[in-house]
């Protein structure tokens, strides 16, 4: 079976200051993998996905993520931090097949303070 | 289409009670699915429609929910004989088929007290 762990619940960083989200996978073949965030009151939006191409994947608002197959994790990344990427980010995984269906990490709330 | 729509926002309700959500996909999207996120978790898979077709169910979709499509439209999920533990969010997205380019809708909080 597929799975994701999101390895801290919490990431507090100082605007200006780099972001780093852990996300480790658990996968028996090549999995397709992705990272979405959720604002307070908004509906989930996606930041960026690997699907087995380029393993760097550059996402929306500055965010990148790095798909390492002999650590198998696919950590997300920001060079400098802005007081709105404040959010729950969640690291999901899908099965494939027909249905798309999407499997989610617990998700890491992001505070970035002034 | 300005995205997925989900009716209502809120809604509170008394245990026992049956509820229903609505949800409006975006219109050229065939595939909508229903997700269920509580409190501190990830949004969990409930079940999935291809057109008016319902072709797969979780586990956690026990007999007292019911989801319809019909026509391939909008979709509503209905609870019946709600209980405390089914106090979450309920999230509805589409996609085209064949893409993993989900449209999340902003959820409807169902509390149960």
């Known amino acids: 079976a597929q799975s994701v762990t999101q390895l801290d619940s919490h990431v507090s960083v100082s605007e200006g200051t780099p972001v780093l989200l852990r996300c480790n996978y658990s996968?028996?073949?090549?999995?397709?993998l992705f990272w979405y965030v959720q604002h307070p009151n908004k509906g989930l939006q996606l930041l960026l996905k690997?699907?087995?191409?380029?393993?760097l994947v550059k996402g929306i608002n500055g965010f990148e993520a790095e798909f390492k197959k002999s650590e198998t994790s696919f950590h997300l990344t920001k060079p400098s931090a802005h007081m709105s990427d404040a959010a729950e980010y969640f690291c999901?995984?899908?099965?494939?097949?027909?249905?798309?269906?999407?499997?989610f990490g617990t998700g890491t709330l992001l505070a970035v303070q002034p | 289409d300005t995205g997925v729509s989900q009716n209502p926002r809120h809604k509170i309700t008394k245990r026992g009670q049956n509820v229903t959500f609505r949800c409006d996909p975006i219109?050229?999207?065939?595939?909508l699915y229903w997700y269920r996120q509580t409190l501190g978790q990830g949004p969990e898979f409930l079940t999935y429609?291809?057109?008016?077709?319902?072709?797969?169910k979780s586990r956690l979709l026990s007999d007292r929910f019911s989801a319809e499509r019909p026509k391939g439209s909008f979709s509503t999920l209905e609870i019946q004989r709600t209980e405390q533990g089914d106090s979450a969010m309920y999230l509805c997205?589409?996609?085209?088929?064949?893409?993993?380019?989900?449209?999340f809708g902003s959820g409807t909080r169902l509390t149960v007290v």
């Open positions: 997205a589409s996609t085209p088929q064949g893409n993993y380019g989900y449209t």
């Open positions: 996968s028996s073949y090549s999995p397709s």
């Open positions: 690997y699907t087995s191409a380029a393993t």
């Open positions: 999901v995984v899908s099965p494939g097949g027909a249905t798309n269906k999407l499997i």
């Open positions: 219109s050229e999207h065939n595939r």
């Open positions: 429609f291809q057109n008016e077709a319902q072709l797969e």
